[in-house]
C-alpha cells in the first residue's frame, strides 16, 4: 500500500470515528430536546399563557435588553440557551479571565500547528475553531457549575419560604426575603422574580421566566407547586416541606454516587492525560525521535488519529462516570 494510500485510510477511519460520535451525540442531544419539549408542554397547560399587561412595546424593550449578538439564535444554540447567553452577560462584565484563557488556547493551537507543516490559512481557521469550541465549553462549564450552586442552595431558600409562609407572609414578599439573605445565583433568581412581581408581573410568569433560564428540574418543581396553590389553594407550607426534604435526600444520594465513582473519575484523568505526559517526556529526553510523527504526512495522519480515538475514549469514560443530582 503507497503512502497516499495509508494517509487516506487513516483520515478516512479518523472521519468516521468522529462522525460516530457526533451521531451519538446528537441522538442523545435529541432525546433530550425531546423529554424537555414534554415536560415543558405539561407545564404550559398547567400555568396560564402569557400576560396581557404586557403591551408589545414593552415585549421589544425586553427583548432589546442585551446585545444584538447574545440575541443571536446561533450563538444561543452554541452556548446552551438561555442559561448560557445569560453567562455570556456575565463573561462580559468580567472578561479577562475568559479572554486570557480562549486567547492563550488560539495560541497554543498556532504553535502546534508550526511543527504540523500546516498552510498559515489552514492553521488560522483550526485555531479559530478551536477558539470558539473552547469559548462555548467554557460558557457551557460555567452554567454548569451555576445549576449545582444553584441545587444546594435551593433546599435552604426554600426552608425560608416555609418559615415566612407560616409565619403568615405572602409568598412574593417571602422570595424577596430569599434574595436578600442568600447569595447567587439563588439570591439573585429570587430578587429578579420579587422585583419583577412588585412591578405588576403575576408571580406565576415571573417564575416561569426563571425557570426558562435556570432550567433546573426542581426549580420547576417549585414553580408549579406555587402556581397550583394559587389556582386551588392548599397548605403551601406542607408541600414546600416535602419537596424540600426531596431535594436533599437526592443531593444526598448523588454525594454517595459521587464519592463512589472516585476511583472510576481519576483513573479516567490519568489514562486522559498519560499519552501527553508520555509524549512530553520523550520531547524531552530525545528529541528526534517524535519527529517522524511531525516531520512525514504517515506521522501527521497517526497523530490526529491517536488524537481523535483519545478524544473519543475521553467522551464515553466521562459520560461513564457522569453523576447528575438533577
Not at 397547560?45 to 439564535?73: G, M, N, Q, Y
Request: charged letters at 20%; one cysteine or more.
Amino acid at each position: 500500500m503507497s503512502d497516499d494510500a495509508l494517509s487516506m485510510a487513516l483520515a478516512l477511519v479518523l472521519l468516521l470515528t468522529a462522525g460516530a460520535v457526533l451521531a451519538a451525540w446528537g441522538v442523545v442531544s435529541l432525546a433530550r430536546r425531546l423529554r424537555l419539549r414534554r415536560r415543558v408542554a405539561q407545564l404550559q397547560r398547567t400555568w396560564c399563557s402569557e400576560p396581557s399587561f404586557v403591551r408589545p412595546k414593552r415585549r421589544r424593550t425586553l427583548a432589546k435588553e442585551d446585545p444584538r449578538w447574545i440575541r443571536s439564535p446561533l450563538l444561543r444554540r452554541l452556548v446552551g440557551g438561555d442559561a448560557g447567553a445569560a453567562e455570556c452577560r456575565d463573561v462580559l462584565r468580567q472578561p479577562l479571565r475568559p479572554v486570557l484563557m480562549t486567547g492563550g488556547v488560539v495560541g497554543l493551537t498556532l504553535v502546534f500547528a508550526g511543527p504540523a507543516n500546516l498552510p498559515p490559512l489552514t492553521a488560522t481557521v483550526t485555531a479559530l475553531a478551536v477558539g470558539i469550541g473552547f469559548g462555548a465549553a467554557l460558557v457551557r462549564a460555567r452554567v454548569r457549575r451555576r445549576r449545582v450552586r444553584f441545587l444546594h442552595q435551593l433546599p435552604e431558600a426554600i426552608g425560608i419560604l416555609v418559615r415566612a409562609v407560616r409565619a403568615g407572609v405572602p409568598v412574593s414578599e417571602a422570595m424577596g426575603e430569599v434574595g436578600r439573605e442568600l447569595p447567587p445565583p439563588v439570591g439573585e433568581t429570587f430578587r429578579h422574580v420579587h422585583e419583577r412581581v412588585s412591578l405588576g408581573e403575576p408571580l406565576d410568569h415571573a417564575l416561569r421566566r426563571a425557570a426558562a433560564r435556570i432550567r433546573l428540574a426542581e426549580l420547576n418543581f417549585l414553580c408549579v407547586t406555587v402556581a397550583v396553590q394559587q389556582e386551588t389553594g392548599g397548605n403551601l407550607a406542607a408541600v414546600l416541606t416535602e419537596l424540600e426534604q426531596s431535594i436533599r435526600r437526592r443531593l444526598a444520594i448523588a454525594s454517595k454516587a459521587r464519592a463512589a465513582s472516585s476511583e472510576a473519575r481519576a483513573s479516567a484523568a490519568i489514562m486522559a492525560l498519560l499519552p501527553f505526559v508520555a509524549g512530553g517526556g520523550l520531547a524531552v529526553l530525545a528529541p528526534g525521535y517524535l519527529e517522524p510523527l511531525w516531520a512525514q504526512t504517515e506521522g501527521r495522519a497517526l497523530v490526529g488519529l491517536a488524537l481523535g480515538l483519545l478524544g473519543t475514549g475521553a467522551f464515553v469514560m466521562s459520560r461513564m462516570v457522569r453523576v447528575r443530582a438533577s
